[in-house]
Protein backbone atom coordinates (compact mmCIF):
# COMPACT_ATOMS: atom_id res chain seq x y z
CA UNK A 1 0.00 0.00 0.00
CA UNK A 2 3.10 2.56 0.88
CA UNK A 3 3.89 2.15 -2.83
CA UNK A 4 0.67 2.63 -4.33
CA UNK A 5 0.25 5.50 -2.14
CA UNK A 6 3.67 6.67 -2.53
CA UNK A 7 3.09 7.15 -6.30
CA UNK A 8 -0.31 8.51 -5.79
CA UNK A 9 1.18 11.59 -4.06
CA UNK A 10 3.60 11.93 -6.26
CA UNK A 11 1.29 13.04 -8.51
CA UNK A 12 -0.19 15.17 -6.09
CA UNK A 13 2.20 18.35 -7.20
CA UNK A 14 -0.55 19.14 -9.38
CA UNK A 15 -2.83 18.32 -6.68
CA UNK A 16 -6.90 18.59 -6.74
CA UNK A 17 -8.65 21.23 -5.08
CA UNK A 18 -11.48 20.88 -3.08
CA UNK A 19 -13.86 18.91 -4.55
CA UNK A 20 -17.84 19.49 -3.26
CA UNK A 21 -18.99 15.93 -2.79
CA UNK A 22 -22.63 14.99 -3.65
CA UNK A 23 -24.68 14.30 -0.53
CA UNK A 24 -24.30 10.59 1.23
CA UNK A 25 -23.67 9.37 4.84
CA UNK A 26 -20.29 9.16 5.81
CA UNK A 27 -18.76 6.04 6.02
CA UNK A 28 -18.75 4.53 9.63
CA UNK A 29 -15.97 2.90 11.49
CA UNK A 30 -14.56 2.23 14.65
CA UNK A 31 -10.50 2.22 14.81
CA UNK A 32 -7.81 1.95 17.57
CA UNK A 33 -7.53 5.19 18.93
CA UNK A 34 -3.95 6.79 20.88
CA UNK A 35 -6.21 5.52 24.22
CA UNK A 36 -9.00 3.93 23.36
CA UNK A 37 -11.67 3.19 20.50
CA UNK A 38 -12.17 5.71 18.03
CA UNK A 39 -15.96 5.78 16.54
CA UNK A 40 -16.99 8.53 13.65
CA UNK A 41 -20.49 7.90 14.75
CA UNK A 42 -19.74 9.43 18.31
CA UNK A 43 -19.17 12.55 16.32
CA UNK A 44 -22.23 13.17 15.32
CA UNK A 45 -23.17 16.63 16.13
CA UNK A 46 -19.67 17.84 15.38
CA UNK A 47 -18.24 19.17 12.07
CA UNK A 48 -15.40 16.69 11.38
CA UNK A 49 -12.18 17.46 9.65
CA UNK A 50 -10.67 13.84 8.76
CA UNK A 51 -7.63 13.68 7.53
CA UNK A 52 -5.76 10.41 6.21
CA UNK A 53 -1.82 10.56 6.66
CA UNK A 54 1.39 8.96 7.15
CA UNK A 55 4.49 9.32 8.76
CA UNK A 56 6.54 9.60 5.32
CA UNK A 57 4.16 11.59 3.40
CA UNK A 58 6.38 15.35 3.77
CA UNK A 59 2.36 17.33 3.23
CA UNK A 60 1.02 15.68 5.83
CA UNK A 61 4.24 16.96 8.51
CA UNK A 62 3.14 20.34 7.44
CA UNK A 63 -0.22 19.94 7.94
CA UNK A 64 -0.36 18.91 11.58
CA UNK A 65 0.90 22.43 12.88
CA UNK A 66 -2.16 23.77 11.21
CA UNK A 67 -4.43 20.93 12.26
CA UNK A 68 -3.37 21.88 16.07
CA UNK A 69 -4.37 25.43 15.22
CA UNK A 70 -7.48 24.60 13.62
CA UNK A 71 -8.44 22.28 16.52
CA UNK A 72 -8.19 25.16 19.14
CA UNK A 73 -9.70 27.75 17.53
CA UNK A 74 -13.21 25.99 15.98
CA UNK A 75 -13.41 23.11 19.10
CA UNK A 76 -15.74 25.37 21.03
CA UNK A 77 -18.16 25.68 17.95
CA UNK A 78 -17.88 22.08 17.54
CA UNK A 79 -14.99 21.10 15.38
CA UNK A 80 -13.26 18.09 15.63
CA UNK A 81 -10.21 17.22 13.99
CA UNK A 82 -10.09 13.27 13.61
CA UNK A 83 -6.45 12.01 11.76
CA UNK A 84 -5.99 8.37 10.38
CA UNK A 85 -2.81 7.01 10.39
CA UNK A 86 -2.08 4.75 7.75
CA UNK A 87 1.45 3.41 8.41
CA UNK A 88 2.01 -0.35 8.28
CA UNK A 89 4.14 -0.14 11.43
CA UNK A 90 2.57 1.56 14.13
CA UNK A 91 6.39 2.74 15.53
CA UNK A 92 6.35 5.20 12.90
CA UNK A 93 3.25 6.63 13.37
CA UNK A 94 4.44 6.92 17.09
CA UNK A 95 7.79 8.60 16.23
CA UNK A 96 5.89 10.98 14.00
CA UNK A 97 3.18 11.66 16.65
CA UNK A 98 6.07 12.34 19.50
CA UNK A 99 7.39 14.89 17.10
CA UNK A 100 4.38 16.85 15.96
CA UNK A 101 2.46 16.52 19.28
CA UNK A 102 -1.01 16.78 18.29
CA UNK A 103 -3.48 17.86 20.02
CA UNK A 104 -6.59 16.06 18.12
CA UNK A 105 -7.82 12.61 17.81
CA UNK A 106 -5.37 9.87 16.19
CA UNK A 107 -7.07 6.74 14.56
CA UNK A 108 -4.93 3.93 13.03
CA UNK A 109 -5.84 1.92 9.93
CA UNK A 110 -2.72 -0.13 9.15
CA UNK A 111 -4.48 -2.00 6.61
CA UNK A 112 -6.29 0.75 4.95
CA UNK A 113 -9.75 -0.49 5.10
CA UNK A 114 -11.32 2.35 6.10
CA UNK A 115 -9.61 4.35 3.97
CA UNK A 116 -10.57 2.31 0.85
CA UNK A 117 -13.85 3.24 2.10
CA UNK A 118 -13.55 6.50 1.79
CA UNK A 119 -11.96 5.71 -2.15
CA UNK A 120 -8.60 8.07 -0.78
CA UNK A 121 -6.87 9.17 -3.31
CA UNK A 122 -3.77 10.95 -2.08
CA UNK A 123 -1.72 11.83 1.06
CA UNK A 124 -2.58 13.54 2.70
CA UNK A 125 -6.91 13.67 1.53
CA UNK A 126 -9.41 15.30 4.14
CA UNK A 127 -12.86 14.63 4.01
CA UNK A 128 -15.35 17.73 5.93
CA UNK A 129 -18.00 15.89 7.45
CA UNK A 130 -21.12 17.89 8.69
CA UNK A 131 -23.09 17.79 12.48
CA UNK A 132 -25.42 15.35 10.20
CA UNK A 133 -22.13 13.02 9.20
CA UNK A 134 -23.10 14.10 5.79
CA UNK A 135 -19.89 14.38 3.47
CA UNK A 136 -19.63 17.79 2.19
CA UNK A 137 -16.45 17.73 0.59
CA UNK A 138 -12.66 16.19 0.18
CA UNK A 139 -10.11 18.24 -0.37
CA UNK A 140 -6.64 16.40 -1.49
CA UNK A 141 -2.87 17.10 -0.95
CA UNK A 142 -1.74 20.02 1.58
CA UNK A 143 -1.00 23.61 0.49
CA UNK A 144 -0.71 26.79 2.42
CA UNK A 145 -2.72 28.68 -0.17
CA UNK A 146 -5.39 26.54 -0.01
CA UNK A 147 -5.76 27.17 3.89
CA UNK A 148 -8.08 30.11 3.73
CA UNK A 149 -10.94 28.02 1.69
CA UNK A 150 -10.87 25.21 3.34
CA UNK A 151 -10.93 27.51 6.95
CA UNK A 152 -14.13 29.18 4.89
CA UNK A 153 -15.85 25.48 4.19
CA UNK A 154 -15.32 24.91 7.59
CA UNK A 155 -16.53 28.09 9.09
CA UNK A 156 -19.55 28.04 6.77
CA UNK A 157 -20.62 24.21 8.49
CA UNK A 158 -20.20 25.57 11.76
CA UNK A 159 -22.29 27.78 11.57
CA UNK A 160 -25.54 25.12 9.87
CA UNK A 161 -26.26 24.00 13.32
CA UNK A 162 -29.33 21.71 11.67
CA UNK A 163 -28.64 17.80 13.21
Known amino acids: MRNLLSIVMLTMAVSLPTATLAAKDAPDFELDGLKSKVKLSEYKGKVVYLDFWASWCEPC ?25 LDANRADADHFISQMKPRFDIAFDP ?12 MPSAFLIDRNGQLHSVHL ?23
Request: charged residues 25%.
Open 61 to 85: RKSFPWMNQLQARYKAQGLRVLAIN
Open 111 to 122: PGAVAGRYDLQG
Open 141 to 163: GFRSKDIKSLEHDIETLLQNDKI
